[in-house]
């Protein structure tokens, strides 16, 4: 039986009755009825009433490569019918991840040349964890075991990935961390910079935060540094320019190991296959996921630089560590072919040299004037724009997050798909908006700000 023998109002009664959603909380959820989304074409997705939605998110910062590509369900169905399972485990492969992993390797970071699957962000970030950590007990330096991440950086939601991450909401349900893990500040200066601090000045303090860390617990207790390069969930918060190399230039000081959670700015986000060459450094482990397939299909691939991949071959004996479904064949056939999209047209140069220049401009002088808009920023095709009662001051609405909660609903009553982080909007959406799709996004969020305005401050 098809979900259209149903009524909207059938399909919220049994999803409420029986369906436990992601951060959600549920009695809310249930009393108003889930929207559902019933199909999706291009930039657009289209609920069950048949409005029409410019998708601002691609899905949740994954489909780059936009809706109904027939390609990624074909490529699929001919794995599913060839071999649809099988793993590798034991001795064995199958082509796809063996094919999958040579392009992989192709368009990483030079330094960067072995991939370990999975099928989420989360799992990848807990082989990361793993895998660092391991690396330092083969080198005979089993002290070297402590992780220093970010405040509200969001690295998944496994028990690892809750750890890492630093949203004090999930900690706080978490009942008991991974130890060893600590955090330092985030690069952001909006919030964060002092009074007439210049953005290179501070991306030296932020970064200078992650020495005192190791310098704090000494750094012959430190295994790794672990970042977002732009932090995506945590409100599209982007580091200024002195920050990365900095980190780097740390991480080889007191030799501690440096992984970039790519999860969301892999894959052609930032206009560079990765933001690693975006910023030009050379970490030693990448995660990545959900672009990977550009959705389609649940994969991760945590791509390990040279240095930890010849200790763990060399030095490793077995790892016990993996997944029923690392490698899965009809994943990664669908993200050969997904790659393969996204190559033959262009769309990571696009992003570079056309998309993400026109979106920083259109949100600048389209946005950025906007009453309630205390600052817009982006790279390649991710953004933010910062919402506030008083532009000079940046004093917020309260309570904190109900501003960007008005301008998110009127936003989707204008056919803008649009999401908030307490109160920052985040735009990331599919890498083949074009200039066109951009006036458009810009034309609704602009009208969704009016009417915010008039609600806000009518109030
Ligand atoms: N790292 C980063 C940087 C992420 O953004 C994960 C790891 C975990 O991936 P999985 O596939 O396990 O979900 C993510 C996921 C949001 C939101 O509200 C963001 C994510 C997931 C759910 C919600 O922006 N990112």
């Known amino acids: 039986m098809t979900y259209q023998n149903y009524s909207l109002k059938q399909l919220q009664q049994i999803d409420a009755a029986h369906h436990l959603h992601p951060f959600t909380d549920h009695k809310e959820l249930r009393e108003a009825g889930a929207r559902v989304i019933t199909h999706a074409k291009g930039p657009f997705i289209y609920d069950s009433e048949g409005t029409e939605l410019l998708d601002g998110m691609a899905g949740l910062w994954c489909v780059n490569i936009g809706y109904g590509r027939d390609e990624l369900a074909e490529a699929a169905y001919a794995q599913m019918k060839e071999l649809p399972y099988y793993n590798s485990f034991f001795k ?33 970030n807990d082989t990361a964890l793993r895998l660092v950590r391991h690396y330092w007990v083969l080198e005979g330096k089993p002290e070297k075991n402590r992780v220093i991440s970010r405040k509200m950086a969001y690295h998944g939601s496994t028990i690892a990935g809750t750890s890492l991450g630093g949203m004090d ?51 012959d207790k430190v295994a790794a540094f672990i970042g977002e390069p732009v932090m995506g969930a945590g409100g599209v918060k982007i580091p200024p320019a002195s920050y990365w190399p900095e980190v780097q230039r740390i991480c080889r000081k007191y030799d501690v190991l440096l992984m970039l959670d790519e999860v969301i700015t892999g894959y052609g986000r930032t206009g560079e296959w990765f933001a690693a060459q975006t910023f030009g450094i050379e970490p030693d482990t990448i995660t990545t996921a959900k672009a990977l397939t550009s959705g389609y299909q649940p994969l991760s691939a945590l791509l390990v630089g040279d240095r930890i991949a010849s200790t763990l071959v060399e030095k490793g004996g077995e790892f016990n560590h993996g997944y029923t479904y690392s490698g899965h064949p009809v994943a990664c056939a669908v993200a050969l072919k997904n790659l393969e999209i996204i190559e033959q047209e262009g769309l990571v140069d696009r992003v570079r040299n056309d998309t993400g220049p026109y979106f920083a401009r259109a949100l600048q002088e389209r946005i950025a004037g906007q009453d309630l808009v205390g600052e817009v920023r982006s790279i390649g095709l991710m953004g933010a724009i910062e919402i506030v009662k008083d532009k000079a001051t940046k004093e917020r609405f309260l309570p904190s997050g109900s501003a960007a909660v008005t301008v998110r609903d009127h936003a989707i009553a204008n056919g803008m798909m649009l999401r908030a982080t307490g109160d920052t909007m985040i735009l990331s959406p599919p890498l083949i908006w074009t200039r066109d799709t951009i006036d458009m996004a810009c034309e609704r969020i602009g009208k969704a700000l009016d009417l915010a305005q008039a609600d806000l401050r009518s109030r």
């Open 92 to 124: 064995c492969s199958t082509p796809t991840p063996v094919l999958l992993s040579k392009k992989l390797a192709e368009i990483a970071p030079r330094n960067v040349n072995q991939v370990f699957y999975g099928s989420s962000g989360s799992e990848a």
């Open 169 to 219: 909401a999930m900690h706080k349900q978490l009942n008991g961390a991974v130890p060893n893990i600590v955090h330092v500040m985030m690069p952001y200066a909006y919030e964060l910079a002092l009074p007439g601090e210049s953005d290179h000045d501070f991306g030296l303090r932020a970064a200078k935060s992650v020495e005192d860390a190791i310098i704090e617990a000494g750094a």
